[in-house]
């Protein structure tokens, strides 16, 4: 059916990743295969703890150096407990996030931690999704979307536009860095009509 086994959806805050990647995993589990659908940060007991750290409070809560050593350890976590042993019992596991979200968030935030971004991946991820959806929405109708939902996990919302906007070129210049892996999607339509291009791309 599918040749990746590790998918991720990556985007600005309210792009609709958790929409797609649910509607994915079900489409996947409904055809026969064995997926695990997970999310960063968390996707462990010790990454959602992790999570609660990182996605409330004050913008200020934390320097973009620690934010950035509480991501990777979050993401350690989940690829040790959640991701590899999932991959190794031949499952499909579709990532809401991973670690291009903290290369475009930390570049959007402090252009120059890009490097400690890379070097901390290198150390201790050293692993890339085999496919991943990028979908790409206009930040204002993203920021209303993602506000409207108001679940209690808006600091990276309280940034505002023009940290939303700096987001999405993020993303972009991302997918042109890594076009064999990164596919952009219009998310400014219908989830039905996003869900036809997640799941060609996905299945192909
Ligand atoms: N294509 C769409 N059109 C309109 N509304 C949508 C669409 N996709 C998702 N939504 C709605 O927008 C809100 C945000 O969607 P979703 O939670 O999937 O985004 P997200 O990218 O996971 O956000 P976050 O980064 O904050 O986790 C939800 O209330 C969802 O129902
Ligand atoms: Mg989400």
Redesign the pocket.
């Known amino acids: 059916m599918t040749d990746a086994k590790f998918l991720s959806?990556e985007?600005?805050?309210?792009?609709?990743?958790?929409?797609?990647?649910k509607r994915l995993a079900a489409h996947l589990t409904t055809a026969g295969q064995e997926v695990i659908l997970t999310r960063e940060p968390g996707g462990s007991p010790g990454a959602e703890a992790i999570r609660s750290l990182l996605l409330t409070g004050a913008t200020d809560k934390w320097s973009a150096e620690t934010e950035l050593l509480l991501f990777t350890a979050a993401r350690r976590d989940h690829l040790e407990r959640t991701i590899t042993p999932a991959l190794s019992a031949g499952k499909i596991v579709v990532c809401?996030?991973f670690a291009d979200s903290t290369r475009v968030y930390q570049g959007a935030t402090r252009g120059d931690l890009r490097g400690k971004v890379d070097e901390l991946h290198r150390a201790v991820i050293g692993r890339e999704p085999d496919l991943t959806l990028i979908?790409d929405?206009d930040p204002e109708v993203?920021l209303a979307?993602?506000l409207?939902?108001n679940?209690g996990?808006d600091r990276?919302?309280d940034f505002g536009l023009p940290f939303q906007q700096k987001l999405r070129a993020g993303f972009l210049a991302l997918a042109a860095q890594y076009p064999q892996r990164c596919h952009i999607i219009d998310?400014?339509?219908?989830?039905e009509?996003?869900f036809t291009d997640v799941l060609s791309l996905a299945t192909s």
């Not at 985007?11 to 990647?21: E, V």
């Not at 998310?187 to 989830?191: D, H, K, Q, S």
């Open positions: 959806f985007g600005i805050d309210g792009c609709g990743k958790s929409t797609q990647a809401d996030r979908i929405v993203a979307r993602g409207a939902r679940s996990e990276f919302e998310g400014n339509r219908t989830p009509a996003i």
